[in-house]
């Protein structure tokens, strides 16, 4: 297929996707029916937006008891793209949705301005332009759709009207059933509620903006108050969609430089150009170009808001809680749309304490919108960084990643009281992971960071965008030096020589964070020995059998029974110092052995239940404590030296440790890395010993 074909046929494929009805002009009798025959059509902006998140999909998460939208979670639309990770993050946008779907039944949030607080690098920003991108998505299907109007023939009527105004699209985009009296209109949306199958009422009691007021009065003076005579020659209704990029029902608003901050940018300001058409005081010579009537109907997104002078803000007093705007030397025009704004910890520190932002503080729904607390999530977040980027052809080693996402979770998290359990136990509890969720009670870990933190627990910290640059930095220098892997010992290099060079870590952290990375680093060498281990010394078979002896033992003991010797065949008690053996690999205390004994027994049972036999690899606990029983049975026969010195080993049994490590995930550079790191660390720990 030549160029002019493709491109041919993408122009086809575009032009196929755009819904049919948005080059039409339909008549307001037309859209009565549509109305009626689908009442949702007349949905104000809070409800369509509630509708949104639910129509591409939602997953209940009965454990955190928060909905994830797949919006958030899966990104339909970008393909997975801009998916968002940790339980936190999915909280937060529970909580806006709700404040969006409570403001669609009318209960107040309707009339607030939703403020994401956060830390930079939490999400704010992207959660907002991922709505704004699905509003778009949204309104150009038939679930979505919405419509507005535009006036025909008025120079017909209206003599001094300009030529080039003979016709005008509804400046706000309003509803066409604003052109409708309000007792008209009432009656109409009775019997529209009447068919509607939603959580919520239709309602509209907004007026026309002041241009199409004029027009509808110069009209009705024309036709004798014949209002039918009006909509059928002079009104056509249209498709709207949200827009972005040509402020259609999405508008985003930045604040600029104190000094030049003018409230027409939200509110509009004359049209000079019809200025010496109209006059100054006609209506026609009006330019909705505002941001909050460029919003109408949809989204108003304000970014850095707590940045606007506080005079600036009281703008947003009025759009919020009145839904009305007021320009300059113009009358109050209704507005319908969701104020969706954020803003970082010093911003709002600053205008927390001003009791003169009382009354914004007062229309304004707090979500907090912290960093990611589980590590394992966070580090996902590296990884989308490197799926979407144009990464060179470098291998990530085993736990890189996670590491570094480690590290930011420590910098986030509250330190526990009572010194019962460490920073990186809570962390490690506050990912699920194995021993430190089941043995630790995360609730209260939550709780208690809910009262000692300044904010909320994870509203400081280091940024995902400190880490990915020293990530990304971090793969630049192993390709300098002609290193195909990245590892966690080049990652923490580059974390340990800027954590003093960046910008938004206060000097007051430096020795803190220092502190933290040398945990990670404590925990990254019990993870880089325990899988040198497996490559050393894992031998399924040998588990297996010590994992069928472990169980025997463990069910004669809760039974209170006796056990057969596999050698002599004669029964005896169960060996205790065998338990134990086992059982302290995995650290667990004299008076927890009986409540691990029976989780294992249980799992058993549950196995059995399902059909499914006994496998000891097949539960992580019992596995790792076997293993490393393994090892220490094994490694007195281990020369730990020639893990450092290739010319210490054979070869071939140097290769086979090198494969073994390959099998988890390891480069042959990495896995030759891994090794040697392990291999001093061990050998120093021996010789300690």
Not at 323 to 345: L, S
Not at 602 to 612: L, T
């Amino acid at each position: 297929m030549t160029d002019m074909e493709t491109l041919q046929q993408l122009s086809e494929e575009y032009r196929d996707s755009i819904p049919t009805d948005l080059r039409e002009a339909r008549s307001f009798d037309w859209y009565l029916e549509e109305c009626y025959s689908d009442p949702k059509v007349a949905r104000n902006a809070h409800q369509r937006v509630a509708d949104m998140f639910d129509f591409y999909g939602t997953e209940y998460d009965e454990e955190d008891g928060v909905v994830e939208y797949h919006i958030a979670s899966e990104d339909p639309v970008s393909d997975g793209e801009n998916v968002f990770y940790g339980r936190e993050v999915h909280e937060s946008i529970h909580q806006f949705v709700n404040k969006v779907k409570s403001g669609a039944r009318g209960l107040g949030p309707e009339k607030r301005i939703k403020l994401l607080l956060g830390p930079v690098g939490s999400g704010k920003s992207h959660l907002d332009r991922q709505i704004r991108l699905y509003f778009e998505d949204y309104t150009a299907r038939e679930e979505g759709r919405m419509y507005t109007f535009r006036w025909t023939n008025l120079r017909d009527v209206i003599p001094d009207q300009d030529p080039e105004d003979d016709t005008v699209r509804s400046p706000m985009n309003q509803d066409p059933l604003v052109l409708l009296p309000q007792p008209q209109r009432d009656t109409v949306i009775e019997e529209l509620n009447e068919r509607l199958d939603a959580p919520y009422t239709i309602s509209n009691e907004q007026a026309l903006d002041p241009a199409s007021e004029f027009y509808m009065d110069r009209l009705l003076d024309h036709y004798d108050d014949d209002l039918q005579a009006v909509l059928d020659n002079h009104v056509e209704v249209i498709r709207l969609v949200a827009d972005e990029n040509k402020r259609q029902a999405i508008e985003t608003f930045e604040p600029k430089d104190k000094k030049n901050q003018d409230e027409t940018e939200l509110t509009g300001t004359v049209n000079y150009s019809k200025l010496a058409v109209y006059g100054e005081s006609d209506p026609r010579a009006f330019d909705y170009s505002g941001a909050f009537c460029r919003a109408n109907r949809g989204i108003f997104s304000g970014e850095e808001l707590l940045k606007l002078q506080r005079e600036f803000l009281y703008d947003f007093l009025h759009a919020s809680q009145e839904q009305t705007i007021k320009p300059k030397n113009n009358p109050r025009i209704d507005i319908d749309q969701v104020i969706v704004g954020r803003t970082n910890m010093p911003e709002y520190r600053e205008k927390k304490g001003d009791e003169k932002m009382e009354a914004f503080n007062d229309r304004t729904k707090r979500i907090d919108f912290p960093y990611v607390l589980q590590y394992e999530a966070e580090s996902e977040i590296y990884r989308k960084m490197l799926r979407n980027a144009d990464v060179p052809d470098i291998h990530v080693e085993p736990h890189t990643l996670q590491m570094a996402g480690l590290f930011g979770v420590l910098t986030r998290i509250e330190e526990p009281d009572g010194g019962e359990v460490t920073l990186v136990q809570k962390a490690k509890a506050y990912a699920g992971e194995g021993d430190a969720a089941d043995e630790i009670d995360v609730r209260k870990l939550r709780e208690e960071a809910s009262e000692t933190a300044d904010v909320g627990e994870g509203m400081n910290g280091v940024s995902p965008r400190f880490i990915g640059d020293e990530i990304a930095e971090a793969i630049m220098d192993s390709m300098h030096r002609d290193r195909e892997f990245l590892s966690p010992l080049t990652t923490f290099n580059h974390l340990e020589e800027n954590i003093e060079n960046h910008g938004s870590i206060p000097e007051e952290n430096f020795e803190t964070y220092h502190r933290y990375l040398e945990l990670v680093r404590e925990e990254y060498k019990e993870r880089a020995i325990e899988d040198v281990r497996a490559a050393l010394a894992y031998d399924i078979d040998e588990i297996r059998r010590q994992g069928e002896k472990y169980m025997d033992h463990v069910m004669a003991y809760i039974d209170d029974d006796t056990v057969e010797d596999s050698i002599t065949g004669r029964e005896q008690e169960p060996d205790e110092k065998f338990l134990r053996d086992v059982e302290e690999r995995l650290d667990v205390p004299e008076d927890r052995k009986d409540d691990f004994r029976q989780e294992v027994a249980n799992w058993v049972s549950r196995r059995a239940r399902e059909g499914s036999s006994f496998e000891p690899h097949d539960n992580d606990r019992l596995r790792r404590a076997l293993e490393r029983k393994l090892w220490e049975d094994k490694k007195h026969n281990i020369n730990f030296s020639a893990l450092v010195s290739s010319g210490d080993v054979d070869d071939d049994e140097r290769s086979a440790w090198i494969s073994a490590l390959e099998e988890q995930g390891y480069s042959e550079a990495g896995a030759k890395e891994v090794l040697e790191f392990a291999g001093a660390e061990v050998a120093r720990s021996e010789m300690e010993e």
